[in-house]
Structure formats: C-alpha cells, structure tokens
C-alpha cells in the first residue's frame, strides 16, 4: 500500500474520532495527517513525510491554541453582564439590612438584601457594597 493512501486513512480515522469525542487533539492529528498525505502523494521520502506531518501539526496548535485560549478566558469586568455585572457596585438600603433580610436599591432597581457579616445591622438610608449575589438576593457590606 502507497505511503499517501495510509495517510490519507489515517486522517479520515483521525477524523471520525474527532467528530465523536471533540477533543481538538484529534481534529490537528487529522489534519495534519491529511497535510501529510498530499507531501506523500507528490513523492516525499518517509522521514520528510514525518518532519512534514511535525511541522503541520506545530502549525495547527499555534493556530488554534490562541482561538482556543480566547473562548475559555473569562471576560474583562468590562464585559460582564447579568447579575455578574452587579458585584462590586454601590447600592443604597432602602429598608435595614441584617443577617436575615432587608431592602436595596442598585442602580434603579430594588432587591432583596442580607449583611455580608451576619452580625452587622445596616440601617436604611446607608450605602452599601454589592459582596455576592445568592439567587435574587445581595450579600452586601456598608460602606465606611
């Protein structure tokens, strides 16, 4: 059997496995087999085919590596949004805040409150910092 046919069947291999386990790793190994299988079809030597298969695969990751590192780091606090986006802001007790309950109000909308510390009592009309969000509720600590 030609050395471009084993490579070739090497990278449709490759390539169904990646398509069942979405690894990446798979998907590079194919495609750089299927580099590798068109260096062997114009006549390259087995070790060439090798350092041709290397130098694809090399390819591949430092294409792929920075896409990959770009979705999986978490966004800037700039781009956070949802309740994420309420951490760290400044809210205002509408009614006291303790351990157990109370009410504030973070940019224009009211929310339901407990104290950070579950000791402290935070009287109404007293600013506040957004700790945490647990559900709807805002763990928050006064402003001194």
């Known amino acids: 059997m030609e ?5 070739l069947v090497l990278a449709v291999v490759l390539g169904v496995a990646e398509i069942f386990t979405l690894t990446t790793a ?14 062997a079809l114009l006549g390259l030597p087995v070790p060439l085919q090798l350092i041709v298969f290397a130098g694809a695969l090399g390819a ?7 896409i990959a590192k ?10 956070q949004f ?7 802001k400044t809210a205002y007790v509408t009614s006291e805040v303790t ?3 109370g009410r ?3 940019g224009g909308e009211e929310w339901s409150a407990r104290a950070y510390d579950e000791t402290l009592v935070i009287p109404a009309g007293a ?6 969000i647990e559900g709807a509720t805002a763990l928050v600590y006064p402003r001194e």
């Open 60 to 66: 591949g990751v430092a294409v792929v590596r920075p």
């Open 26 to 39: 798979l998907g590079l190994l194919g495609g750089a087999a299927l580099v590798t299988a068109l260096a």
């Open 99 to 101: 351990g157990r309950d």
């Open 127 to 132: 600013a506040v910092d957004v700790m945490e």
């Open 104 to 106: 504030i109000r973070i």
């Open 3 to 7: 050395d471009w046919v084993i490579w």
């Open 70 to 79: 770009r979705h999986l780091m978490p966004p800037p606090p700039s781009q």
């Open 82 to 88: 949802g309740v994420q986006a309420l951490i760290g």
